[in-house]
């Protein structure tokens, strides 16, 4: 379990677009324009197996209850190499979204395109993007990491998520992600 920290894209970077298979879905081929909320849209690089994925999936779960009828959509894109990694195949994402009971889309990046236009390095790593589809967050979901013993809050997306509904700026200190890095073929 390697500890590895997101890169933090630039704010204000547009959302690089993009158009995956979501294998819940058949595979049907889902793009950025078609699964973005209407006041903001947090994508999500994760994966299957990762234990900082599975220690926050449920609070993950319940802020997507929360705040997607607010109009705020989460995206998930897996972009592991499956050949090394089998457990984060497409077949192995549906049984997990089944699992884990989440809701939001689930996507596939089998040729890492997407997660490199991103600059993403980890799994968990959150991007949060505005109505205009302009990066006003990045970083992690909250102090909580496997074995600190800090509660799972969701605290860090919450105040971003707040900010941006409620039209206030974004807060200027934004702690990287951490969590295993993602598979590269």
Same mark, same amino acid.
């Given at each position: 379990?390697?500890?590895?920290?997101?890169?933090?894209?630039?704010?204000?970077?547009?959302?690089?677009?993009?158009e995956l298979p979501n294998p819940s879905h058949s595979n049907e081929i889902q793009s950025l324009?078609?699964?973005?909320? *209407?006041?903001?849209?947090?994508?999500? +690089?994760?994966?299957?197996?990762?234990?900082?994925?599975?220690?926050?999936?449920?609070?993950?779960?319940?802020? $997507?209850?929360?705040?997607?009828?607010? !109009?705020?959509?989460?995206?998930?894109?897996?972009?592991?190499?499956?050949?090394? $990694?089998?457990?984060?195949?497409?077949?192995?994402?549906?049984?997990?979204?089944?699992?884990?009971?989440? *809701? +939001?889309? $689930?996507?596939?990046?089998? &040729?890492?395109?997407?997660a490199k236009a991103y600059d993403a390095a980890c799994t968990p790593d959150f991007y949060f993007?505005?109505?205009?589809?302009?990066?006003?967050?990045?970083?992690?979901?909250?102090? &909580?990491?496997?074995?600190?013993?800090?509660?799972?809050?969701?605290?860090?997306?919450?105040?971003?998520?707040?900010?941006?509904?409620?039209?206030?700026?974004?807060?200027?200190?934004?702690?990287?992600?951490? !969590?295993?890095?993602?598979?590269?073929?």
């Amino acid at each position: 379990m390697a500890n590895t920290p997101s890169n933090m894209l630039a704010l204000g970077t547009r959302a690089p677009f993009f158009e995956l298979p979501n294998p819940s879905h058949s595979n049907e081929i889902q793009s950025l324009e078609d699964l973005k909320g *209407e006041k903001g849209t947090l994508v999500i +690089f994760m994966c299957n197996h990762c234990p900082f994925v599975l220690h926050v999936i449920d609070k993950l779960t319940e802020l $997507y209850e929360d705040y997607h009828t607010q !109009g705020i959509e989460f995206i998930a894109i897996n972009a592991n190499d499956i050949e090394k $990694y089998p457990a984060d195949s497409p077949e192995k994402m549906i049984e997990f979204q089944i699992e884990k009971k989440f *809701e +939001f889309p $689930y996507l596939f990046d089998e &040729s890492q395109a997407v997660a490199k236009a991103y600059d993403a390095a980890c799994t968990p790593d959150f991007y949060f993007f505005d109505e205009k589809l302009d990066l006003v967050y990045r970083g992690q979901m909250d102090d &909580s990491r496997p074995g600190n013993q800090k509660e799972i809050t969701g605290e860090d997306l919450i105040i971003a998520f707040e900010n941006l509904l409620s039209g206030n700026p974004q807060e200027e200190l934004q702690k990287p992600s951490m !969590g295993c890095n993602i598979k590269w073929k």
